[in-house]
């Protein structure tokens, strides 16, 4: 079972920015689509980023296309999703997510239950 492990959460103002960092010990996260994944009030979980193995892939809803970026360091066993323009709706706990499936960019499947192996979240919140 893989133990991920997410960071960098945090309050900012609307149109503020946050980095956030997910990395595992002891894993090759190399071998793995990485997804971020929101859940708010509502309870939904809700992609907002994936990427592939290798990073030449990547996806994202309407939602989010142009102010989020997710990237990887397969050297530093890490991915990173930079958010910009951040706005009150973006509020929520963020979540990495890991699965061997590379399917899941191909189909364009960044969902929360084509991914096994989850992080405990990190708290964003967006207010003035």
């Known amino acids: 079972q893989l133990q991920l492990v997410e960071s960098g959460g945090g309050s900012v103002q609307p149109g503020g920015s946050l980095k956030l960092s997910c990395t595992v010990s002891?894993?090759?996260?190399?071998?793995?689509?990485v997804g971020w994944f929101r859940q708010g009030p509502g309870g939904k979980r809700e992609g907002v980023a994936c990427?592939?193995?290798?990073?030449?892939?990547?996806d994202y809803p309407d939602s989010v296309a142009g102010r989020f970026t997710i990237s990887r360091d397969n050297a530093k066993n890490t991915v990173y999703l930079q958010m910009n323009n951040l706005r009150p709706d973006d509020t929520g706990t963020y979540y990495c997510?890991?699965?061997?499936?590379?399917?899941?960019?191909?189909?364009?499947?960044?969902?929360?239950?084509?991914?096994?192996?989850w992080g405990q979240g990190t708290q964003v919140t967006v207010a003035a």
């Open positions: 997510a890991a699965d061997s499936a590379h399917i899941i960019l191909i189909l364009r499947q960044c969902i929360a239950p084509r991914f096994r192996h």
């Open positions: 002891e894993f090759n996260l190399g071998s793995q689509v």
């Open positions: 990427i592939s193995s290798s990073g030449d892939m990547t």
